[in-house]
Every structure is written in structure tokens, then in C-alpha cells.
């Protein structure tokens, strides 16, 4: 059975990096470019964990935390979410794990250290 | 971009031995000759392999000792291949001192501080930095960009002013002011942020993109590393080709730390110790910013990024470093260990070794006093042991936090 993980980002590059990343452990991933299709695509799909950018180009992560958590789909209360971003201001981590994240992040990300991260949560499909 | 070969012909004559780069966590292998910031693939820092089995053959470690002194009289494990690349201002070399008195009263005989505070611009930083800006020089590069906690701030302002660099730094507001000054007097434009040495990162990594700076953060491109590495050159070399048992060094970015490592690897490559017991690797950080320490201790293999991140040792104020998981492997691998100090007790540390040993070291250099103060009650450390402390830094650059 296959793990879906969405992943909130804007950036292509760090997009293309991670899918790889993520696909190589048989992750199926799941993009969205912006908050809002972000949010719409996590309560219309079903996703194991989210991998969410903090600096969006419409709503903020941290809006998008709140949103996912306060939906009316109820698995989405209990999803894990990856807060990841470059250009954290002081106190962002804290804003990120207040607004509904469960672990925070800085980019670049560490390929090795996202594979953890993900596995504490979701069990890779390619090692199972 | 492609360089010129070294000029010379016979491998004896060779400036440097530098071979390629390597991605530290998937070992896939980089030019040394274009420019390279860390591995694309693993983002992940990127270590600098030398020839050393030709160096083994060619280079004679007593020739190196009979050289002027610096750091670059190791520049067969630099990576600079010509000369008029390297800038230096006199690093390296700094004093290995006897720190009996403070020894006698801790009950151990062999006790030494390393104190980079000789260095110029008063700090460690001045080797990494050295090494770095040279070789950016070599590679063409014009403007070199970093994100501090202040002292790699004025170690990269004065080394680009010297390479006729633009450079432009990022640093927390309440950096200690020596550091503002020193990289405003050397040319540079500083901006002041109000965050973390993570948030400057974060600030900086966006402008080289941008703009097309060069990032010369911690680990964030692979030749820092090398001019720090030399201090545990410098260390085999005083103690005979022998390594100490214990090293005590303060831990923001790690680049110390597992520089070292580094050239005790390369060093027994060299075939150049007496023996082959390395030191036990103590990581020292403060109680209100110690990812490290308590990624070691919960056997983790990175770090958690440090939330609220607060101490008056600016320099380890570091919530998470680039290259946590090489810091972890190399104490674990060292079977050393990791100690959290309280602020109060750095701050008592400095004065000991001030009134003790007439040392004003920086609070990262006196952190390390209190750690040991710590291990030597926990009996981690033999009273008869080898052990170096390393101040980092002059205490004169943060006089501002001083009453």
C-alpha cells in the first residue's frame, strides 16, 4: 500500500528535489503550488502527512496549519504536518508548531533528514 | 569555470594536493575547479578530498615545521593551487598554552588551552574565512555574502577587503558591537536583523540567490572547513605527532569540530602520528540554545531545530547547524560527549580564567572551562589525561555585554 504525501511549495526546484527524494522511498506525492490549493487538495485527497512551505505566495503556512486542522474533515485533525521554510523570522518556528505543525524544519533540507522526518510519521513503502 | 593547472611539474613541487569535492551524506564527487556551494542532490555539505597517498610520498612533516609560521605553511592541505590566491592576514599558528594553575585546582596535570584569540580579527574565524574568501578568489568570485553571529562577520570583511571583495553580512541585531564595527570599517555593508543567526541565514541564502552573491555560511560551501582543520594539524604537531586525549571545543556551527576530525583522518592517512588513539571529542553548548547536546544524548542523528534559542555566547547561538549530522558522527565515532553550561557558569568560567591564567577569552572559549568543570566531577576525564580547552576568541570583542 502506497503513502501519499502532499507537499505545499511554490518553489519548483525545492518541489522537483523533494518528489525525488520522497519517490525513491515509494512515497507518492502529492503537489500543490499555493495555500489555497494546498487546503483544497488535502481535504479532497487522502494524504498520510504534509510537508508544508511556510512563505507561500497567497495564504501564509501558517494559515494553511489552521486551516488543515480546523477542517471539517476530521482525519486532517490528526495528519501529520512538516513545516519547512528558508527565511524564518525570529519566533517562526514557534508560530509554526502554534498554528497546528507538528516539527519545524529549515530549508536547505537535509535529503536524509527529510526521510527520517517522514518515516517518524509514515512508514516508507519501499523498506516495508 | 575552469582553472589553470599548477604551474609546477614535479608532484614534489605541488602548492596543494587538493583532489575533488564530496558530498559528505551520498559521496557523489564535485570539481574542486568550478564553483560549488553543497551537494545538490542530498543538500548536504560538501567535504575537500586531497591526493594523499602522493602527498605521503612527497611531503615531509618536519619541512612543514621548519616553515615561517601560519597557517598556510599547510598548504599542501589547503585548496588554494596558486600562490597569489591566498589571502591571509597571519593566521593561524596561535598558542597552545599550559593552563597549570587552573589545572591543579580541576586535579589534572596535563591540562592546555588552544587560544585562538591571536588570530586576526581576534577569533577562529579568521582560518575558516582565510581559506574560504582565497578560495573564492580563485575560483573569480567578486562578492561573497555571509550570515553571523558576528565574529565570521569580521573575519569575512577583513579577508574580502584584502581580495578587493564586495562582501555584505547579515547578523542579529544585538550582535556584540566590535562585530558591526570591525566589518563596517573593512568595507562591508551590514544588515542588522531582528532574529537569529538562522534568520540571517535565511535573509542571505535569498539575497545570493537573488543577486548572485556568493554564500559563504557554515558549511554552505566546502572550504571554511579546511582552514580550520589545521588547528588539529597545529595540535599533533606540538605534542610530537601525538594527539591529545581529550578536546573541549564550543559548538554553534560545528566547523571547528569536524574540521579537526577531518585532519586527524588526513593526518593518519599522512602516516604522519606516533600513534593511532584519537581524542575524545567534547561538544560544548550553552543551556539556552543545545541542539546538539540534546540530539547526542536522545541518540539522535540530527538535530531538532533550538526553539527560543537565547545565551550571551552569541556564537552558540546557533538553533541548528548545517551540519549536525557530521557533528554527531564524529563525537559518537570520537566516543566523546556533549555538555550544556548555563550562562552563569560561563560567565564564572571567564573570570577564573582571567584572575587564574590571565586569559580574557571569549564566553564560547569560557564555556568550555565550565564544561570541564563538569566532566572532571562526573570523572569523565582522568586527572592525568591530556586535555586542550579551545578559547576561540578574544573577550575584548564583547565588551558591550560586560557590566
Not at chain 1, 518556528?93 to 536524509?112: F, H, Q, T, W
Not at chain 2, 589545572?103 to 581559506?131: M, V
Not at chain 2, 570520537?334 to 590571565?358: F, H, P, R, Y
Request: aromatic residues 8%; hydrophobic residues 45%; proline residues 4%.
Amino acid at each position: 500500500m502506497t503513502s501519499h504525501v502532499l507537499y505545499i511549495e511554490d518553489n519548483p526546484d525545492n518541489m522537483t528535489l523533494v518528489r525525488r527524494a520522497l519517490e525513491a522511498r515509494g512515497y507518492t506525492v502529492l503537489e500543490a503550488i499555493n495555500g489555497m490549493n494546498g487546503v483544497s487538495t488535502a481535504e479532497r485527497e487522502d494524504v498520510d502527512l504534509i510537508l508544508l512551505d511556510i512563505n507561500l505566495p497567497d495564504i501564509d503556512g501558517y494559515e494553511v496549519a489552521r486551516r488543515i486542522r480546523n477542517s471539517t474533515k476530521t482525519a486532517l485533525a490528526y495528519t501529520p504536518i512538516i513545516a519547512v521554510t528558508a527565511n524564518a523570522l525570529k519566533g517562526d518556528a514557534e508560530k509554526a508548531l502554534d498554528s497546528g505543525c507538528d516539527v519545524y524544519m529549515s530549508k536547505p533540507i537535509n535529503i536524509r533528514e527529510l526521510w527520517a522526518r517522514v518515516e517518524a510519521f509514515v512508514p516508507a513503502p519501499a523498506s516495508n | 569555470m575552469q582553472l589553470p593547472m599548477p604551474q609546477t611539474k614535479a608532484a614534489s613541487q605541488k602548492l596543494s594536493y587538493l583532489g575533488d569535492l564530496q558530498c559528505s551524506d551520498c559521496g557523489k564527487s564535485f570539481s574542486a575547479d568550478e564553483i560549488h556551494t553543497f551537494c545538490p542532490d542530498c543538500q548536504a555539505p560538501l567535504l575537500v578530498n586531497y591526493d594523499l597517498n602522493a602527498a605521503r610520498q612527497h611531503v615531509d612533516r618536519d619541512q612543514i615545521h621548519a616553515r615561517a609560521k601560519g597557517m598556510w605553511r599547510w598548504h599542501e592541505f589547503l585548496p588554494v593551487i596558486e600562490r597569489q590566491n591566498m589571502v591571509t592576514l597571519g593566521e593561524g599558528d596561535t598558542a597552545l598554552l599550559e593552563v597549570s594553575r587552573i589545572g591543579n585546582q580541576l586535579g589534572l596535570s596535563n591540562l592546555y588551552l588552544k587560544d585562538e584569540s591571536s588570530n586576526p580579527t581576534g577569533t577562529f574565524k579568521a582560518r575558516g574565512l582565510s581559506a574560504a574568501v582565497s578560495k573564492a578568489k580563485e575560483l573569480g568570485i567578486k562578492k561573497v555574502i555571509i550570515p553571523t553571529a558576528g565574529n565570521a562577520g569580521g573575519a569575512m570583511a577583513a579577508y574580502a577587503a584584502r581580495a578587493n571583495m564586495q562582501a555584505l553580512i547579515y547578523m542579529p541585531k544585538d550582535t556584540p558591537n566590535a562585530n558591526i564595527v570591525e566589518s563596517r570599517i573593512a568595507g562591508a555593508e551590514v544588515i542588522l536583523v531582528d532574529g537569529l543567526i538562522s534568520d540571517a541565514a535565511g535573509m542571505a541564502g535569498e539575497k545570493a540567490r537573488d543577486e548572485g552573491w556568493f554564500d559563504v555560511s557554515t558549511f554552505k560551501e566546502p572550504y571554511r572547513m579546511e582552514g580550520k582543520k589545521i588547528m588539529g594539524y597545529e595540535l599533533a604537531e606540538f605534542f610530537d605527532w601525538t594527539l591529545p586525549d581529550v578536546i573541549i571545543y564550543p559548538t554553534g556551527g560545528g566547523t571547528g569540530l569536524v574540521g579537526m576530525w577531518k585532519a586527524f583522518a588526513e593526518l593518519e592517512r599522512l602516516g604522519w602520528l606516533e600513534n593511532t588513539q584519537r581524542p575524545r571529542m567534547v561538544s560544548v553548548q550553552a543551556e539556552g540554545c543545545a541542539p546538539v547536546i540534546k540530539a547526542f544524548h536522545a541518540g539522535a542523528s540530527f538535530c531538532d531545530f533550538w526553539l527560543g534559542a537565547q545565551t550571551l555566547a552569541s556564537g552558540l547561538r546557533v538553533p541548528k547547524s548545517f551540519a549536525d549530522r557530521m557533528i554527531l558522527a564524529n563525537l559518537r565515532e570520537s566516543k566523546g560527549t556533549a555538555v550544556a553550561v548555563s550562562d552563569t557558569a560561563i560567565l564564572e568560567a571567564q573570570k577564573n580564567l582571567a584572575v587564574m591564567e590571565g586569559i580574557f577569552a571569549a564566553p564560547e572559549g569560557a564555556a568550555c572551562l565550565a564544561a570541564l568543570t563538569e566532566l572532571v566531577k562526573q570523572v569523565w576525564i582522568k586527572p592525568d589525561e591530556r586535555v586542550v580547552l579551545f578559547n576561540t576568541g578574544s573577550g575584548l570583542k564583547y565588551l558591550d555585554q560586560k557590566n
